[in-house]
């Protein structure tokens, strides 16, 4: 078996270091943490364990959208162990939006469920106790009665008029931008484009909600320190939103926590949103001891927010020599019964349209939609990769209904220096063409001549 | 049920502990113990991070209620380290980058020592068959199974003698 050890050909760069004189590039460097890895000394957060360390477990809503009638607690207290339930009254600013500090708006998620559940297993109740099976057994033991509410768990359903609606904060089933209720590019005149195509070719794209699945489950400990402050030993991906948000949520000044993070076994977005971090802290004050809160695999893969649903249709003017006239674009993100960060995620959907691809007349709304599932959030690339499954689909079904190699449609559409695009930016560094034509040597696909003789700097071909 | 006294062999050396009733030798280890290598990712034997060698064999130390194994030999990965000094496996992993998160790294090379011990020539198809218990979300897995050949031909060099 023939293999290369490490994941850096040295051999390909070789020529480029011995022009440039670089000396980084091309170099096989040893990551700062992999002895710790493998001597099993790097220290992630379940590895802290603290004296007296209580455990606590949460009481999960099992509906999908239901009116709160009651919670009784008292069974849930008489296990052993039990040491405090805590509801919402427990928190003391206990509706947030992860990223209010970059000024989103408006706070639309209770650390603990109020009067209402929006999605099956939203946080109703937090159990704290000696161990945590007891804790366990507490949050098993907690009662909570529920007057259904009609629930929507589709994007255009959703949108329908007369939709149940799922987020109060809100007002409405979709996030509003600037007064605006999607994320829009108008450039040029699509229908006429339309009009005028050779072909005209409108095809539809679904995704499904997908788990990042770490291995290391999302969780937290928190240890009163002796100074007044909470110590805050986390997987999170996303120290200082942990820090702010805890700290707002908890009413106190910043300097009230330490975060002790930066070690995280697997995250890929999944662990970006502050959901484990705040509830633990208000434990920790509540017992005055240490608390730990971990997912089990089960949370992790059911209640922690996964990459969005996102449903996509697109709409091409194309012309017989494959030029792509015009692309109109209608896109949900099912953002589940909050924010979190799918307001973002959609707002990059649309600045990715219509793909790296000149096309004179684009037509976008894309929305971010509430329903009443999981609430979704970040995972590698969020609102770009599933548009760009779209995108890319759509571009090779184009090829084949005209019979062209799927390759030189994309280079004859593909973005050259110098190009508006269709934010009315200007195109720079543009590198397509040279990537295409790269991959199709490595991949031993033969292009024509004139495919070859293209370039991102020039308009040589079209 | 009260709980008692459980003896193990760990890493060579006896250690006695209170286990409560049904404790997992996971949770022995990591919480009565202090060996932290091994990782509770799931809890029900789905991802082999707990992965540790009761006489030599790899189990989910998970799903293993300590009471079972008393009086066993265990392995974990502090034992593979003994003395400071990494070996074939745990130097092939660092050079072939065979780790990035390190979340399941121990389960992985636990597994991999258990392997080595009993087959020192795997083919490649071994490798494969031998973790695929444990799941990686960080590497791929090829990296992985170069490391655990690159390590095989490394041990089985050191033991020609020159
Ligand atoms: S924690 Fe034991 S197999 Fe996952
Ligand atoms: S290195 Fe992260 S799970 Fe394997």
């Not at chain 1, 929006?118 to 007891?134: D, K, M, N, Q, S």
């Not at chain 2, 218990?133 to 041990?155: F, S």
Request: aromatic share 6%; net charge negative; proline share 5%.
């Amino acid at each position: 078996m023939t293999y290369r050890l490490a994941p850096i050909d040295t051999g390909a760069f070789a020529a480029e270091r011995d022009d440039t004189g670089l000396t980084v590039v091309g170099s096989v460097v040893q990551r700062s943490d992999a002895r710790g890895h493998v001597t099993g000394r790097t220290e992630f957060f379940e590895d802290v364990a603290p004296p007296r360390l209580a455990h606590l477990k949460m009481h999960r809503s099992a509906r999908h959208h239901a009116r709160i009638a009651g919670v009784d607690v008292t069974a849930a207290l008489a296990v052993p162990g039990v040491l405090r339930v805590l509801t919402h009254a427990d928190v003391p600013n206990n509706v947030y939006t992860v990223l209010k500090l970059i000024g989103v708006e408006p706070d639309d998620e209770p650390v603990l469920a109020v009067d209402k559940v929006r999605y099956l297993g939203e946080p109703v109740c937090a159990v704290i106790a000696e161990t945590e099976a007891a804790a366990l057994d507490g949050a098993a033991a907690v009662e909570v009665s529920y007057e259904d509410l009609p629930h929507v768990l589709d994007v255009e359903e959703a949108l329908e008029e007369g939709a149940p609606l799922v987020n109060e904060y809100q007002g409405q089933n979709h996030f509003v931008y600037e007064g605006h209720h999607c994320r829009r590019i108008r450039f040029g005149d699509v229908e006429a484009a339309f009009a005028r195509a050779d072909h005209v070719f409108e095809w539809r794209y679904q995704s499904s909600p997908i788990e990042q699945a770490p291995v290391e489950t999302t969780g937290c400990v928190v240890v009163p320190q002796a100074d007044g402050r909470l110590r805050i030993h986390s997987d999170t991906q996303a120290c200082f939103f942990t820090l702010d948000n805890t700290a707002l949520i908890l009413g106190t000044p910043f300097n009230r926590l330490r975060i002790v993070g930066g070690t995280v076994g697997g995250g890929f977005g999944g662990k970006v949103d502050v959901v484990v971090e705040p509830i633990a802290c208000v434990a920790a004050m509540a017992v005055d001891r240490p608390v730990k809160f971990v997912y089990d695999r089960a949370e992790e893969m059911q209640v922690s927010s996964p990459r969005a649903a996102e449903r996509i249709v697109i709409k091409d003017a194309v012309m017989d020599d494959g030029r792509v006239t015009g692309r109109k674009v209608t896109l949900y993100v099912d953002a589940g019964a909050y924010a979190r960060h799918s307001p973002y995620g959609t707002t990059k959907a649309a600045a990715h349209l219509p793909g790296p691809y000149s096309i004179p007349n684009v037509w976008a709304d894309c929305h971010c939609v509430f329903t009443n599932r999981t609430p979704s959030s970040a995972m590698r690339g969020f609102g770009v990769t599933i548009a760009d499954f779209a995108l890319e689909s759509q571009m090779d079904r184009i090829a084949r209904a005209l019979g062209m190699d799927p390759l030189r449609l994309r280079l004859i559409n593909a973005y050259r220096d110098g190009d508006v695009k269709a934010h009315r930016k200007i195109a720079e560094g543009t590198a397509l063409v040279e990537v295409i034509q790269k991959a199709a040597e490595l991949a031993g696909h033969d292009l024509p001549e004139d495919c070859r003789r293209m370039s991102s700097t020039t308009r040589e071909g079209l | 049920m009260p709980s008692q006294i459980v003896s193990l062999v760990v890493n060579g050396e006896r250690r006695e502990f209170i286990a409560a009733p049904g404790a997992t030798l996971l949770a022995c280890l990591r919480e009565s113990l202090g060996l932290i290598a091994a990782k509770r990712g799931c809890a029900q034997g789905a991802c082999g991070t707990c992965t540790v060698l009761v006489e030599g064999r790899p189990e989910a130390s998970c799903l293993v209620p300590v009471e079972t194994v008393a009086g066993a030999s265990v392995r974990t990965l502090e034992g593979v380290t003994a003395g400071g000094e990494l070996d074939e496996v745990q130097s092939a992993f660092i050079d072939c980058f065979a780790t990035q998160c390190g979340f399941c790294t121990s389960g992985m090379i636990m597994v991999a020592e258990a392997l080595l011990e009993r087959n020192p020539d795997p083919s490649e198809d071994d490798v494969i068959e031998a973790v695929s218990g444990n799941v990686c979300r960080c590497t791929g897995y090829r990296p992985i199974v170069i490391a655990i050949m690159e390590a095989a031909r490394r041990r089985r060099e050191r033991a020609v003698p020159r």
